[in-house]
């Protein structure tokens, strides 16, 4: 069932969304050669508690962190911990924030240092089909014109998208429905509608749309090994626009 928010309920989730808009500002202005994931992860969390939100992340399926964060081949879910960033790196920063028990989700993929230009590319062209996504995300479209809107732009850049995650729903619950697969799944396909919340995120491989998962249970890795890069929004639709809540 889909979870329609009043306009004082999407007030609350943008209130999330700027704590969560300071906590990236701040891992994004430390990252550089040398910063450890774990490192960045602490960063997010004291943001978070100074502005008086909670993380997300933290402990949700007993997640042991309050930020996920992904490297080169790994996609989403990756554990912060001692790995160091290295010059070239790319790297996945998954935030969710929640705030007067409301929740916002985020997520950019950034470059380390001077990143390749296919790399680059990479991250372009993902911010790319978010964008077109949103477009797309408007009252009375439905849930698989996102989808197909990612796709479409994925593959004519030559990249895939992954199949087994998508977005979904947000705001009173981290996971809320509806599911918002970046390929046209054939599963439910509910109509758009005023008060609808979306965390939109396009996970994006370089190379074949197949994953793996580690044996920590939660990092998300490309079978072939090659890069991927996610970004994510979380969106209001109002009747007559559609409304980014979150910034990176």
């Known amino acids: 069932m889909i979870a329609l928010k009043t306009p004082q309920d999407i007030d609350g989730i943008r209130q999330a969304s700027g704590i969560l808009h300071e906590a990236m500002k701040a891992m994004r ?31 949700y399926c007993d997640y042991p962190a309050s930020l996920c964060i992904s490297v080169n081949e790994e996609v989403i879910h990756g554990i912060p911990g001692k790995r160091k960033l290295a010059d070239g790196d790319i790297v996945g920063l998954d935030l969710g924030v929640i705030y007067n028990r409301y929740y916002s989700d985020s997520a950019v993929t950034v470059p380390v240092g001077k990143a390749d230009n296919e790399d680059q590319r990479l991250i372009r062209v993902t911010e790319e089909c978010l964008e077109h996504a949103i477009k797309k995300a408007v009252a009375g479209n439905r849930i698989r014109d996102i989808s197909e809107a990612v796709y479409e732009h ?15 729903g947000v705001g009173f619950a981290l996971h809320e429905d509806p599911q918002i697969y970046n390929y046209p799944h054939p599963g439910p396909n509910p109509k758009l509608k005023a008060g609808m919340v979306l965390a939109i995120e396009p996970m994006i491989n370089s190379g074949t749309w197949r994953i793996k998962i580690l ?34």
């Open 154 to 168: 994925a593959r004519q850049a030559g990249f895939d998208v992954v199949r087994e995650y998508c977005g979904h």
């Open 215 to 248: 044996d920590d249970g939660w990092t998300v890795k490309t079978a072939d090994n090659r890069k991927s890069a996610h970004c994510e929004h979380t969106v209001a639709i109002w009747d007559d626009r559609t409304e980014i809540l979150t910034k990176w």
């Open 29 to 59: 202005n430390a990252i550089a050669p040398g910063i450890t994931t774990r490192e960045l992860d602490q960063i997010a969390h004291t943001t978070i508690i100074k502005r008086g939100g909670s993380a997300a992340f933290l402990g």
